[in-house]
């Protein structure tokens, strides 16, 4: 099975700031990884598929990059509605996993 | 706007059988896929149906899981056998979409249902 981690686990960030999560995936997965925003309660929201498209509907300060098996996505400027958990999510050989996440926030 | 809805029983007895149905407003993309989340845990792919009948299935619980789907009630369900409390979780389903072959991503999510096993 292919595993992915995150990192860092948690952040504290304040709003303005630039904030980058990474997904490191346990072989090389191309560009089969997406990532996902998760508020308290709610479904996961799709925000980066295929390693750096923007889902339609996304803001433009989101964005991810990356291939093989290190990725990041970052969000350039953090807004009040972005603290939340973010996922990564793998689907090389039509098998799915997905990282522990990383919470964002109030610093 | 594609709108997937996910209906059960919210409590199981152990080793009882889960039956989940997702019920969704259109059959596009290439499939749906069930994916759950245990109380302040991670997310956990279950299964996947592509509208060609083809299934794809968690390795660790394959044996437990059965994914088909109703293309006259737009709906997918999702059998769990065995249930155990460890199997506690929110479930949703999520449609699949593609942009290249073997780059599938789940784009459109129903808002979850909590399934509680206990006795």
């Known amino acids: 099975d292919i595993q992915v981690t995150q990192s860092p686990s948690s952040l504290s960030a304040s709003v303005g700031d630039r904030v980058t999560i990474t997904c490191r995936a346990s072989q090389s997965i191309s560009r089969y990884l997406n990532w996902y925003q998760q508020k308290p309660g709610k479904a996961p929201k799709l925000l980066i598929y295929a390693a750096s498209s ?9 964005s991810g990059s990356g291939s093989g098996t290190d990725f990041t996505l970052t969000i350039s400027s953090l807004q009040p509605e972005d603290f939340a958990t973010y996922f990564c999510q793998q689907s090389y050989s039509f098998f799915f996993t997905f990282g522990p996440g990383t919470k964002v926030d109030i610093k | 706007q ?6 059960g029983p919210t409590l199981v007895k152990p080793t009882q059988t889960l039956t989940l149905t997702c019920t969704l407003s259109e059959f596009s993309g290439v499939g749906v896929g069930w994916i759950r989340q245990p109380p302040g845990k991670a997310l956990e792919w279950l299964a996947l149906i592509y509208w060609n009948d083809d299934k794809r299935y968690s390795p660790s619980l394959k044996s437990r899981l059965t994914i088909t789907k109703d293309t006259s009630k737009n709906q997918v369900v999702l059998t769990m056998t065995n249930m155990d409390p460890v199997d ?5 389903c999520a449609h699949t979409s593609q942009q290249h072959l073997g780059e599938y991503y789940f784009d459109y999510w129903g808002q979850g249902t909590l399934v509680t096993v206990s006795s």
């Open chain 2, 2 to 7: 594609i709108t997937l809805k996910e209906s």
């Open chain 2, 88 to 92: 506690t979780a929110t479930y949703y």
């Open chain 1, 54 to 62: 923007l889902q339609s509907g996304v803001p433009s300060r989101f």
